[in-house]
C-alpha cells in the first residue's frame, strides 16, 4: 500500500521560506499526478499547487510567484518550495497522489481533492507576523 510521509514544516516569520518534502513509498510514483493542499484553522481544505504526470505545473492564485511545486521520480519525492511567507498561508499541509493518471491534467481537474486517492498526515506550517 502507498504511503507518503511529510516533512519540513515549522514556524517562520512573515517573508520567510520552507521547503517542505513528501516521500512515497510504492513503485507508481512516477504515472500519477501531485498535489500539496492546506488547511487553516476554521476553514476547508483549499489547493495549493499540484504537478502532473508529464510535468504541467499549476498553483492557486494566492501562491502563485511565491511558491515552487517539483517531483523528483527518481527519489519518489515532492517539494513544495515556499517563499516570501505570509501570516495566511499558515494551517497544515498535506501531499497528494492520484491513482495512473494521463500524463497531462487540467488545472480544474487536480484542484479537486475528489481526484486523490493517498493523502500524507500532513506538516504544520506556521508564519508569525
Known amino acids: 500500500q502507498v504511503q507518503l510521509v511529510e516533512s519540513g514544516g515549522g514556524l517562520v516569520q512573515a517573508g520567510g521560506s520552507l521547503k517542505l518534502s513528501c516521500t512515497a513509498s510504492g513503485r507508481t510514483f512516477s504515472e500519477t499526478a501531485l498535489g500539496w493542499f492546506r488547511q487553516a484553522p476554521g476553514k476547508e481544505r483549499e489547493f495549493v499547487a499540484a504537478v502532473s504526470r508529464g510535468g504541467e505545473l499549476w498553483y492557486a492564485d494566492s501562491v502563485k510567484d511565491r511558491f515552487t511545486i517539483s517531483r523528483d521520480n527518481a527519489k519518489k519525492t515532492l517539494y513544495l518550495q515556499m517563499n516570501s511567507l505570509k501570516p495566511e498561508d499558515t494551517g497544515v499541509y498535506y501531499c497528494?497522489?492520484?491513482?495512473?493518471?494521463?500524463?497531462?491534467?487540467?488545472?480544474?481537474?487536480?484542484?479537486?481533492?475528489?481526484?486523490?486517492?493517498?493523502w500524507g498526515q500532513g506538516t504544520q506550517v506556521t508564519v508569525s507576523s
Open positions: 497528494a497522489k492520484t491513482p495512473r493518471i494521463a500524463y497531462y491534467a487540467s488545472k480544474d481537474y487536480l484542484a479537486s481533492q475528489k481526484v486523490y486517492d493517498t
